[in-house]
């Protein structure tokens, strides 16, 4: 009997793990079939994407309302199908405010309801656990503190680690980075990450090069690498070095190349988010930063229930990397935090010993931990 899998995977990074997650479950089902919303790796692995992931993709509360028809009747046409088919689960990958109502009404209709990748409860909207524990049947975690919190609302849940800390080395060699991307001399390298999105660069890029002027000025041998994902956000940041007149400064801007940019620094000055997650998985020292709408910030911080923004002092539960924020995020102190990483040694060493222990803590071969965890979900169909 051949297995069917609904699956919806909404962005490339969801793209990536659910490609990763076809790849598993084939090993112990190689007949199965998967269809539903996926990218193109899903689509290498066989999957029917019946619709692109990168329909989904909004940017903004204003994206999504102007959407909102769009995506509305994409979702309810796809639960149509799955409700006709009868596929032995769903799937949700990341994306959940698409995916719970989904999620919710396959699980009504008696198919299993697997979500990947928690919503972000513990940082804030913590309120969500209650429709998440409605919707879902098994939540699949990436971070070993996540799974009690589903565990005090009732909700079937296993800890999978962190697919990037399978692909990330133990030991990130910044020799051979540092050799691809042509980067040479004897002076600190510094990477500077203003955000992946337009709006994030907009904001930060008129203060990092304000930080790397400071940096400069202290230190005439210091070099810096921009790695900006977009042609978009490189306008954006080259709008911002003429604008400020910052031509002069040893600046290197590239195309994408994060990894290999914070790889080949000694120091990363980097907005909030996953970069600053693959940063401490590279075993870099860092100072996070971010800047938002002065009301946005506001409504976030009175509704945040943890003392950080960044992913690594969350999972190290301590403040182990400095983070500016807001109007403490210019210049010279951005600039003073990232000197006094380069000026102490024994520092850096003990922030490394610790990230190291983090990136064995996620080390879980996410895909094949979240295979074995769906396929009791399956076995009523013939698994």
Known sequence: MTIRIAMV?????????????????????PEAEF??????????EGFDARWPCERLAVHGYVDALKRYRELSAIRRTLLAQIRAERPAAFIGVDAPDFNLWLEGRTKDAGIP???????????????????????????????????????????????????????????PDRAAARAALGVDGAGPVVALLPGSRQSEVSNLADTYIGTARRLLARNPAVRFLVPLATPETR?????????????DL????????????????????????????????????????????????????????????????????????????????????????????????RR????????????????????AKAAAAILPYLKGAGA
């Open 113 to 171: 309801a697997i979500h990947f990748v928690s919503p972000s409860i513990w940082a804030w909207r913590g309120g969500r656990i209650k429709r998440i524990a409605r919707a879902v049947s098994h939540m699949l975690c990436l971070f070993p503190f996540e799974p009690v919190l589903y565990e005090r609302a009732g909700v079937a849940v296993s800890y999978v680690g962190h697919p990037l800390a399978d692909v990330f080395p133990l030991q």
């Open 250 to 345: 040893p600046i290197r801007i590239l195309p994408g190349q994060a990894v290999e940019a914070m790889t080949a620094a000694d120091v990363v000055l980097v907005a909030s988010g996953t970069a600053s997650l693959e940063a401490a998985l590279l075993k870099r020292p860092m100072v996070i930063t971010y800047r938002i709408g002065k009301w946005q910030y506001r409504l976030m911080k009175r509704l945040a229930y943890l003392p950080w923004v960044g992913l690594p002092n969350i999972l190290c539960n301590e403040g182990i990397v400095p983070e500016l924020l807001q109007d403490e995020a210019e210049p010279e102190k951005l600039a003073a935090a990232l000197e006094a990483w380069l000026a102490d040694d």
């Open 235 to 247: 306008q954006l940041f080259d709008d911002a070095i003429r604008r400020t007149q910052a031509a």
């Open 348 to 367: 850096r060493a003990a922030l490394e010993a610790r990230f190291a222990e983090l990136h064995l803590s996620l080390r879980q071969d996410t895909a």
């Open 35 to 44: 269809f539903g919303i996926g990218g193109p790796k899903m689509v290498a």
């Open 9 to 29: 995977a909404g962005e490339a990074s969801g793209d990536l793990l659910a490609s990763h997650l076809i790849r598993a479950l084939r090993r112990h089902l």
